[in-house]
C-alpha cells in the first residue's frame, strides 16, 4: 500500500516540471500580450 502512494508521487512529480513550464510559458505569453496592447 505504502510503496504504490510513492509510486504515484513519483509519478506526479515527473509530470509536474512540464506543467509548470507550460503554466510559465502562459504566464509570459499572456504578460507580454498585455505589454503590447497600447494603453
Request: proline residues 5%; charged residues 20%; without cysteine.
Amino acid at each position: 500500500m505504502r510503496q504504490r502512494i510513492q509510486r504515484e508521487k513519483a509519478q506526479r512529480n515527473e509530470r509536474l516540471p512540464l506543467f509548470g513550464i507550460t503554466a510559465g510559458t502562459l504566464a509570459i505569453a499572456i504578460g507580454a500580450g498585455l505589454l503590447s496592447i497600447p494603453h
